[in-house]
């Protein structure tokens, strides 16, 4: 393939686009590979869409071997199916929603999990038809709430999704290791620096679920990993290794003044001041702090009340609270006035009438400093199991640096960030389920079957790639994916041109993509060099003076090298590796 520079599709930009907030974005407008068109919604141009299609021949190749067949669907979907599944109201705000003419309704799917389980169900009927694994590569869209940092969060954006179906649980474990091999060797050969997390699986439900997230400063997700064994995974994912219960005999209840102490600093101050309870080693770790919050399940307008209890030096986080009470959304409560027995400030455990959940380190028999459901008193001695009963544990509290690893003995773990470029996950038979899927077992009798579930961000994985590989120059694109093997660059007025374009065809004979800069002697040799960098192809040949005496300069665009090379041996030099 030989492209030429004066007639390519492309405009780069010395400026960063004043709506681009990462890397990746900024250099993927200003290298012309993408424009924005809508919100959360990006043209590829002629270099991005290359990009997106050598990403795109990798995932199909991956799929391939593992005997996925490719089918494609509609993105434009009538409303039953989703509503028989129960997502055309669980997606909330996220999915886009339409009526055609006659009033009918519609959505832009979000992902395709009921179409391919009725397609399925449509076409095969006996266990010898099973197992099966069937993928599209396909537009997604999502009403997103904050689209972001361009091609990584779209509100149209392009997905492999893939889905298996197999006759027993056996089978779908079989069929969720195959594509783990799969999107580890597709990670692999897009170059990405990744990691494979144990994850919450969200929306979907089921168990079994790994994310595979990009390491990147941008990114979104959280996740965290053992510093010394191999464990990673997201912060809604983590555990906390579980906490012996205490068997101390705690002395009674003692209920003190603590005016002006609503928050636990201020508490912890009082407490060591007064020394209450004959200590004035309290810290916030000795509170037990009780968090009001307010769940609403999709579809109903009643809001319920749920009572978090965690040691007082923690905070909430609500997103690790999200996806332990999914599908039910979590706010803070705040109608006080409504519940006059929840003092704010003084709420204590031991006369609660909400449903009550601890952090594990709330163990049993574990006694705390806590309110006394008075204005301005507290309690001490409040045992776990004594003075109240939780209703169950959460993993609810913010995950720190630090804290202990659930997988290994001694390990600690660190908070690291990336972006998820893929999500497979063992479904189960929920869809099944739904929609009554089943093969005729080898007995004659009726088999449910079950299903997994797997994502690759196609569109997204372009932008990890820029995102991980690129410098205050411009892209450096790996092998596997670069627009272009080699960019070729005249640099003179003289003959150069005729040398560098007999060069180039050369390259293009030997099996590469080549990009010839043949613009006019008037667009100046530096403005070539720096597109050349921000355009960001592996190498590029410099056909210069030295040409004429058969020496050209060969740059190697990620370590900034150049070497003087005789012109006889540039089409060896780069088809050997
Ligand atoms: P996220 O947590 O980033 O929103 P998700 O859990 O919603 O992702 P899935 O539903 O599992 O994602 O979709 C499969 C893959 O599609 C993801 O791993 C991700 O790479 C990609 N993806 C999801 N949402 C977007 C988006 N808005 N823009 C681009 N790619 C996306
Ligand atoms: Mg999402």
Redesign the pocket.
């Known amino acids: 393939m030989l492209l030429r520079m004066s007639t390519l599709f492309l405009r780069t930009l010395r400026e960063d686009p004043a709506e681009a907030e990462v890397p990746s974005h900024k250099l993927l407008v200003r290298a012309g590979y993408i424009r924005r068109a809508a919100p ?1 919604g990006y043209t590829w141009l002629p270099l991005g869409k290359m990009v997106l299609d050598r990403v795109a021949a990798i995932v199909h190749e991956e799929m391939r071997a593992i005997g996925g067949q490719e089918v494609h669907f509609p993105a434009l979907l009538p409303r039953e199916a989703y509503e028989k599944s129960g997502r055309w109201t669980a997606y909330g705000d996220d999915i886009f929603r339409l009526k055609d003419r006659r009033g009918a309704e519609y959505l832009l799917a ?2 395709h999990e009921e179409m391919f389980t009725l397609l399925v169900q449509d076409l095969f009927s006996s266990y010898r038809d099973f197992p099966v694994i069937l993928y599209q590569i396909q537009t ?1 869209y ?1 009403d ?1 709430a904050r ?1 972001r940092a361009g ?5 149209e ?3 492999k ?1 893939a889905y298996s179906f197999d006759l027993s649980d056996s089978g779908l474990e079989e069929s969720y290791a195959k594509h783990r091999v799969a999107y580890q060797r597709i990670f692999e050969r897009l170059g990405l620096d990744f990691t494979i997390v144990s994850a919450q699986s ?3 439900g089921g168990s079994g679920s790994e ?2 997230l990009a390491a990147a400063e941008v990114g ?2 959280t996740f965290v990993g053992c510093a010394a064994c191999s464990y990673a995974a997201n912060t809604e994912a983590v555990t906390t290794p579980s906490i012996e219960p205490v068997s101390v005999e705690h002395p009674a209840i003692e209920v003190h003044d603590t005016p002006e102490t609503p928050t636990i600093q201020s508490l912890v101050d009082l407490a060591n001041a007064r020394g209450l309870a004959g200590r004035t080693d309290w810290t916030a770790a000795d509170t037990l702090k009780n968090v009001v919050l307010q769940l609403t399940r999709p579809g109903s307008a009643e809001k319920e009340l749920l009572v978090i209890g965690v040691p007082g030096d923690r905070d909430v986080d609500l997103k690790r609270v999200e996806a332990q009470v999914h599908p039910a959304a979590v706010a803070l409560f705040d109608d006080f006035a409504a519940r006059p027995d929840l003092v704010r400030g003084y709420i204590g455990p031991q006369k609660l009438d909400a449903r009550y959940l601890v952090d594990p380190r709330v163990a049993a028999g574990s006694a705390w400093l806590t309110g006394a459901n008075e204005p301005g008193r507290h309690a001490t001695n409040v045992v776990s199991g004594r003075d109240f009963t939780p209703d169950g544990t959460i993993e609810a509290v913010e995950v720190r640096a630090g804290d202990p690893c659930p997988n290994c003995a001694d390990g600690t773990l660190e908070i690291r960030r990336g ?5 497979i996950f063992q479904l189960g038979r929920r869809f099944a389920d739904a929609f009554g899927l089943d093969a005729l077992g080898q007995d004659g009798k009726p088999v449910r079957i079950t299903m997994g579930s797997y ?3 196609v ?3 372009v932008a990890a790639i820029a995102e991980q590989r690129c410098d205050d120059r411009g892209l450096v694109w790996p092998k596997s994916v670069a627009p272009f093997d080699v960019q070729v660059i005249p640099a003179g007025k003289g003959e150069q041109l005729a040398i560098a374009t007999t060069l180039a065809e050369e390259l293009v004979a030997a099996g590469l993509r080549v990009l010839l800069d043949d613009r006019p002697a008037k667009v100046s040799t530096g403005v070539k060099f720096a597109d050349a960098e921000l355009i960001g192809a592996p190498h590029s040949v410099v056909v210069g003076r030295g040409a004429a005496d058969g020496v050209v300069e060969l740059r190697v665009r990620a370590t900034h090298e150049s070497s003087e090379v005789a012109l006889s041996d540039v089409v060896r030099l780069l088809t050997s590796d």
């Open positions: 959360g979000p992902t997604k999502r997103e689209p091609l990584l969060r779209g509100r954006f392009l997905m999704d969200g929306a979907m994310e595979f979104e997700d972006m998820e470029i893929g999500h994502g690759v961000g569109s997204r994985a």
